[in-house]
């Protein structure tokens, strides 16, 4: 499986089949007045140009900024799409280990800002808008939301027979709808039944949602 698309020579006599598209969500303590950033202000808290809540529209304290390990597909995705590769260098940099950690880290520092994956959202954090557009399933296949990657598995000369059934199974509509009600994003282009037995927990909204249209 990969969170990224392949390079031509990473992909040689591989098949890349998106099953998923993971959209990468802001996220902030639930009591921080702050609703949306611009891309450049993220960058700037990031690399420690902004430090301070203030200086974007919030409370005067000090930003905590949390990045998840260099081995995270979600932090790869993030310094890519953000960061333009380069490496995050805030003052109040904290290091989660996995997306439940860094949940857990911004619902109990009010200071705090960090990302995760639509599938690890937490009803106690606030999910920001970024240039005034809401992380969505609309806004992410329209490209309108810009913080998204793709997530792939991967077959090859050497996938056996049942690997292979697998990933058509995950490309069905049965397969599309676990996707769907694990909190992702589908990889294609349909609304799948909710299930009583499989209900999708709804995530947080932005405030900024009710003013974007898609």
């Given at each position: 499986m990969a969170s990224r698309a392949l390079t031509a020579e990473e992909s040689a006599e591989i098949t890349q089949h998106q099953v998923a598209v993971d959209v990468i969500a802001i996220a902030a303590h639930i009591s921080n007045p702050v609703?949306?950033?611009?891309?450049?202000?993220?960058?700037?808290?990031?690399?420690?140009?902004?430090?301070?809540?203030?200086?974007?529209?919030?409370?005067?304290?000090?930003?905590?900024v949390v990045v998840r390990g260099k081995n995270s597909g979600t932090r790869?995705?993030?310094?890519?799409?953000?960061?333009?590769?380069?490496?995050?260098?805030?003052?109040?940099?904290?290091?989660?280990?996995?997306?439940?950690?860094?949940?857990?880290?911004?619902?109990?520092d009010p200071s705090a800002i960090g990302y995760v994956g639509f599938g690890n959202l937490?009803?106690?954090?606030?999910?920001?808008?970024?240039?005034?557009?809401?992380?969505?399933?609309?806004?992410?296949?329209?490209?309108?939301?810009?913080?998204?990657?793709?997530?792939?598995?991967?077959?090859?000369?050497?996938?056996?027979?049942?690997?292979?059934?697998?990933?058509?199974?995950?490309?069905?509509?049965?397969?599309?709808?676990?996707?769907?009600a694990s909190g992702w994003v589908t990889a294609k282009l349909y609304v799948p039944p909710v299930r009583a037995e499989r209900v999708r927990r709804p995530r947080p909204t932005p405030p900024c949602c009710s003013t974007h249209s898609t």
């Amino acid at each position: 499986m990969a969170s990224r698309a392949l390079t031509a020579e990473e992909s040689a006599e591989i098949t890349q089949h998106q099953v998923a598209v993971d959209v990468i969500a802001i996220a902030a303590h639930i009591s921080n007045p702050v609703e949306d950033l611009t891309l450049e202000q993220l960058q700037g808290i990031y690399q420690g140009r902004v430090t301070n809540w203030k200086d974007v529209g919030g409370l005067d304290a000090p930003i905590t900024v949390v990045v998840r390990g260099k081995n995270s597909g979600t932090r790869g995705a993030f310094d890519k799409i953000v960061l333009d590769k380069q490496n995050p260098n805030a003052p109040n940099l904290q290091e989660a280990i996995t997306a439940g950690d860094m949940a857990a880290i911004i619902g109990n520092d009010p200071s705090a800002i960090g990302y995760v994956g639509f599938g690890n959202l937490e009803p106690d954090i606030k999910v920001l808008c970024v240039d005034g557009v809401p992380p969505s399933e609309e806004t992410a296949r329209s490209g309108s939301y810009r913080l998204v990657r793709p997530l792939l598995f991967l077959t090859g000369p050497l996938t056996q027979p049942l690997g292979q059934t697998f990933v058509e199974f995950a490309l069905s509509e049965e397969g599309q709808e676990h996707v769907a009600a694990s909190g992702w994003v589908t990889a294609k282009l349909y609304v799948p039944p909710v299930r009583a037995e499989r209900v999708r927990r709804p995530r947080p909204t932005p405030p900024c949602c009710s003013t974007h249209s898609t």
